[in-house]
């Protein structure tokens, strides 16, 4: 019984590992400088889809200050780069730091929970 749960278990983290590969970043993305990352979203907004559908409005002030919206939500914090990923704290959310990469002069983003999603300025 064991041994069935075991390789149920590495079935199902094998598909896992797939599922992310496939919705990875783009193949010919470059990693993001913190150079870079500062100047895109300095002073802008940026609208995100999620993988269930949800549209978030991320807005990156020079000063530091973040917010995100989305429907029936609202947060603020302060957002830094650092080593290609965009770092920072929201009250509600807390603390992240997502791995960053360009495509074309498209942000790209890896979410905590491992979902590459696109940055479209608003």
């Known amino acids: 019984m064991k041994i069935v749960l075991l390789v149920a278990a590495l ?3 094998a598909a896992s590992a797939q599922d992310g590969a496939t919705a990875g970043f783009p193949p010919n993305s470059t990693a993001a400088s913190a150079q870079e990352l500062r100047a895109h979203l300095s002073g802008n907004s940026f609208q995100a889809k999620y993988r269930d559908g949800t549209t ?32 920072g704290s929201l ?4 603390a992240f730091c997502n791995e960053a990469r360009f495509d074309a002069g498209t942000l790209y983003l890896r979410r905590m929970n491992g979902e590459v999603i696109r940055y479209d300025p608003e």
């Open 56 to 87: 978030v409005t991320s807005k990156f002030d020079a000063d530091g200050g973040l917010s995100a919206t989305a429907p029936a939500f609202h947060d603020t914090g302060r957002w830094k780069v650092e080593n290609g990923k965009v770092c």
């Open 11 to 13: 079935v199902s983290f």
């Open 91 to 94: 009250r509600k959310i807390g």
